[in-house]
């Protein structure tokens, strides 16, 4: 090695040549993070915060089977992984793993969502705490495993059986991968809802140099079980969350029925009273709305309002990020809108939409974000989509920036 770079040294042998300065990195230990480690890491810190077990209940599929590999050597933080025979049986072990007071989640990727659909409605029924990793490869049916795609958001957002809304969270980089872990599980908790976590190959198999946060940076989980048999029902809610309570089975006095049929408000009985059916799923859809007061307002990067503006979700933020760079160093007035709540959505997105000319979303599928937001706030935005297992290249970005401004 030393020889090459020493011949490299000493001759003209390229005549482009480049020095790449040093990165400007905030202070701190730094390690590098794929983002698939980053979520392990997140899971297990998450699970220390809200002084809980954690269960991870998986069946290998690639790019997820990192996820189970690096949780299962975290026994010594009382990490318990199940590798079970199919997809179904991962994620219903890891709802009955709640049920029983643990922090549980299951990994998978986009077929493997398709199995988990049934049992991601029973989780929503029981109103349990849960997170689903969707990490995301080309599709549909086996499509393309090794490479990356962005083209189950639609899925996330509503591929259940009837009215069965729940949380959707994405992350930008590799080690956001471990921010969103947190806040995927701090929601999950809190709201006592099953949460759903959008990477993609592209993160799980990246990496970056990460900044270890220290343990004051990071949010507390407060978990509190009830105990109490006084007044007890299991479908009182709490009026700021409009969270039931976590009941664990064998507390004396909260004996309670749970499964898949209807609950009877407050009581958790089963019930088949129509307006007690149409009570219990606004309550539910209620509840995902409520999140969004525990959501900050998202700020676009570069200029607050001009001639565009760009909206983007999960893996494409870095190339999206330095083509608007770019683009601003030429004089151009525009805005970077990176979403990591897509469900809900940030409460000013329908504002920050309003102060630009034209929208453009850019993602690796066929326009799934696009769709959600010319819905939900009648915004005429074009896109810019891209379905090859490939990331966004700077100079396709570039391209598509200068037609929508007419340069």
């Not at 079980?225 to 507390?251: C, H, I, Q, S």
């Not at 598509?400 to 401004?405: A, P, T």
């Amino acid at each position: 090695m030393k020889a090459g770079y020493s011949y490299c040294e000493a001759t003209e042998a390229f005549q482009i040549s480049y020095e790449i300065p040093p990165a400007q990195l905030s202070p701190g230990s730094y390690r590098n993070l794929s983002g698939n480690q980053a979520l392990a890491l997140g899971f297990v810190t998450a699970a220390k915060k809200s002084g809980l077990r954690l269960f991870l209940g998986s069946y290998p599929i690639t790019p997820a089977s990192d996820i189970l590999h690096e949780l299962s050597q975290y026994k010594n933080f009382d990490v318990l992984t199940f590798q079970a025979e199919d997809e179904i049986a991962a994620i219903t072990s890891s709802i009955g793993a709640s049920y029983a007071g643990a922090l549980a989640l299951t990994t998978t990727s986009g077929p493997g969502m398709a199995l988990k659909t049934e049992a991601l409605g029973l989780a929503v029924m029981v109103e349990l705490p849960l997170v689903i990793c969707d990490i995301q490869r080309g599709g549909p049916s086996t499509g393309l495993p090794t490479k990356t795609e962005q083209a189950d958001l639609l899925q996330a957002m509503f591929g259940r059986n009837s009215e069965a809304p729940i949380p959707v969270l994405a992350a930008a980089t590799p080690g956001d991968c471990f921010w969103v872990a947190v806040e995927a599980c701090r929601i999950a908790l809190k709201y006592m809802v099953p949460v759903i976590i959008l990477s993609d190959g592209y993160l799980a198999n990246g990496a970056e140099p990460w900044r270890i946060p220290t343990e004051e940076e990071i949010p507390a989980i407060p978990v509190k079980f009830a105990t109490d048999p006084a007044g007890f029902m299991p479908y009182k809610r709490n009026p700021e969350t409009l969270a039931r309570p976590w009941a664990v089975p064998g507390t004396k006095g909260l004996e309670h029925r749970i499964g898949g049929l209807e609950k009877q408000d407050v009581s958790g009985n089963i019930n088949y009273e129509p307006m007690n059916h149409e009570n219990m799923v606004r309550i539910r859809a209620a509840k995902i709305d409520a999140i969004v007061q525990d959501i900050p307002n998202v700020l676009p990067a570069g200029d607050p309002e001009g001639d565009l503006l760009i909206v983007s979700w999960g893996s494409t933020y870095g190339s999206i990020t330095q083509s608007v760079k770019s683009q601003r160093a030429k004089g151009r007035k525009i805005g970077h809108l990176h979403l990591r709540h897509l469900n809900p959505l940030p409460a000013n997105v329908g504002d920050v939409l309003k102060r630009y000319k034209k929208v453009l979303v850019a993602e690796l599928n066929m326009g799934q974000l696009r769709w959600i937001l010319r819905a939900k706030y009648l915004v005429d935005a074009a896109g810019l989509n891209k379905i090859q297992g490939r990331p966004f290249k700077q100079a396709e970005l570039d391209q598509k920036i200068e037609q929508m401004l007419g340069l």
